[in-house]
C-alpha cells in the first residue's frame, strides 16, 4: 500500500495525475496531503490538534503540513495496515541542493522514513521560455503524464513491485 502526499495540496493536480498513474499500474494508493499549499515548510511540525477530512474514498485533507499529513497518514489514519512505501510529490519546481531543506515535499518523505517507512520525494521541473509559454505550449497536465509514467518506470517497477 501506497502513501501519496505532497506540499502542493490535496487538490493539486500533480498529486491527482500521481494518484491516477499508480492505481492504473495496480497500486493501492491512500492520498493524504495538506489542505492548501504548504511549499517551503520543510520537515516542520504542528503542536496543537490537527483538523482532518476524508474528502472522499481514500483521499484525506489535513489542516497542517506535509510532514503532518504523513505523521497523522501512518499514526491514525492508516494505523494497522501495511504501508509499503511513502511517495511525496510531485511537487511543481526543483528540490535541488539546499533547496532540500525547506522543501515541503522533501520534508515529508523525510518523515516518512523517521517514522521507519522507506519513501521517495519527486520534483517536477519543466522551463517556461521567454514569453513565460511551457514548452512546446503544453500544459502542466500534459507535461504531468510521461512525468508520472516515468516515475513509475524508475521508482515502482525497480523498488516496488506491483503488491
Not at 498529486?15 to 499500474?25: F, M, P, T, V, Y
Not at 483538523?51 to 497542517?64: L, P
Not at 541542493?97 to 520525494?121: C, D, K, Q, R, Y
Request: proline share 4%.
Amino acid at each position: 500500500m501506497i502513501l501519496l502526499t505532497n506540499d502542493d495540496g490535496v487538490e493539486s493536480v500533480g498529486i491527482k495525475a500521481l494518484s491516477l498513474a499508480l492505481k492504473g499500474a495496480g497500486h493501492t494508493v491512500t492520498v493524504i496531503a495538506p489542505s492548501k499549499q504548504q511549499s517551503g515548510s520543510g520537515m516542520k511540525v504542528s503542536l496543537n490538534d490537527i483538523a482532518v477530512e476524508e474528502i472522499k474514498n481514500d483521499v484525506w485533507s489535513v489542516e497542517g503540513t506535509p510532514s503532518d499529513s504523513v505523521s497523522v497518514g501512518i499514526q491514525q489514519i492508516m494505523a494497522g495496515q501495511e504501508i509499503d512505501l511513502v511517495i511525496s510529490g510531485p511537487n511543481f519546481g526543483q528540490n535541488l541542493g539546499s533547496n532540500v531543506f525547506v522543501s515541503g515535499t522533501v520534508g515529508a518523505a523525510m518523515e516518512g522514513a523517521l517514522i521507519g517507512v522507506p519513501s521517495v520525494s519527486l520534483s517536477f521541473a519543466y522551463f517556461e521560455d521567454i514569453h513565460g509559454k511551457e514548452p512546446s505550449g503544453w500544459t502542466q497536465n500534459e507535461l504531468l503524464e510521461p512525468a508520472c509514467e516515468q516515475a513509475l518506470d524508475i521508482i515502482l517497477d525497480d523498488l516496488y513491485p506491483k503488491r
